[in-house]
T-cell receptor, first 115, second 113 residues
Framework: KAGVTQTPRYLIKTRGQQVTLSCSPI?????VSWYQQTPGQGLQFLFE???????NKGNFPGRFSGRQFSNSRSEMNVSTLELGDSALYLC??????????????FGPGTRLTVT | AQTVTQSQPEMSVQEAETVTLSCTYD???????LFWYKQPPSRQMILVIR??????QNATENRFSVNFQKAAKSFSLKISDSQLGDTAMYFC??????????FGTGTSLTVIP
């Protein structure tokens, strides 16, 4: 099976712009989670989508949003970019359905730089 | 609030030696899973080991083992016979029902030849 893929891998944007990141989960995985990784902060949970519905949301401002399509692919959008949004954005998919089978498979990430 | 603390930002170990990475967490929930993930330099994060909170027996995966102390909310990772390929950032994490992970800030491990 192909792994989790994320596009683009690298992105440079200017303050105030908006950006959309894409994530394709492993085939058959219905849960997709997004994380922001910065040095010293570790991974901060953004949100998780399951069957096109946002199931969990982290403590991020409303500028961060996401969605999931019927084929489980997910997009994350950040509007009005700030310098502090520069980070590695990781996507992870999971085959979880109901019970605790919560192994997550991570993509390579999108490195976003805001100038 | 759920938190994960990794108090060792950086560690190093000689090749073939044993090293232990510390992790403590805080949750009022009783059902959860604990994980150690490894992120090699410029490579994808991968699962190292998983522990179910309801199991008293410590998980083991080849050279990797954990010391899970539920009452103390401690979950340390022991790497035996360290290899150069073990050089990576290691993240401790736990998940509650609902698939929301909580990660620590990571420990950067360097294996010295």
């Amino acid at each position: 099976k192909a792994g989790v893929t994320q596009t683009p891998r690298y992105l440079i944007k200017t303050r105030g712009q908006q950006v959309t990141l894409s994530c394709s989960p492993i085939s058959g995985h219905r849960s997709v989670s997004w994380y922001q990784q910065t040095p010293g902060q570790g991974l901060q949970f953004l949100f998780e989508y399951f069957s096109e519905t946002q199931r969990n949301k982290g403590n991020f401002p409303g500028r961060f949003s996401g969605r999931q399509f019927s084929n489980s692919r997910s997009e994350m959008n950040v509007s009005t970019l700030e310098l502090g949004d520069s980070a590695l954005y990781l996507c992870a998919s999971s085959p979880v359905v109901e019970v605790l089978s919560y192994e997550q498979y991570f993509g390579p990430g999108t490195r976003l730089t805001v100038t | 609030a759920q938190t994960v603390t990794q108090s060792q930002p950086e560690m190093s170990v000689q090749e073939a030696e044993t090293v232990t990475l510390s992790c403590t967490y805080d949750t009022s929930e009783n059902n959860y899973y604990l994980f150690w993930y490894k992120q090699p330099p410029s490579r994808q994060m991968i699962l190292v080991i998983r522990q179910e909170a309801y199991k008293q027996q410590n998980a083991t995966e080849n050279r990797f083992s954990v010391n899970f102390q539920k009452a103390a909310k401690s979950f340390s990772l022991k790497i035996s016979d360290s290899q150069l390929g073990d050089t990576a950032m290691y993240f401790c994490a736990f998940i509650l029902t609902g698939n929301q992970f909580y990660f620590g800030t990571g420990t950067s491990l360097t294996v010295i030849p």
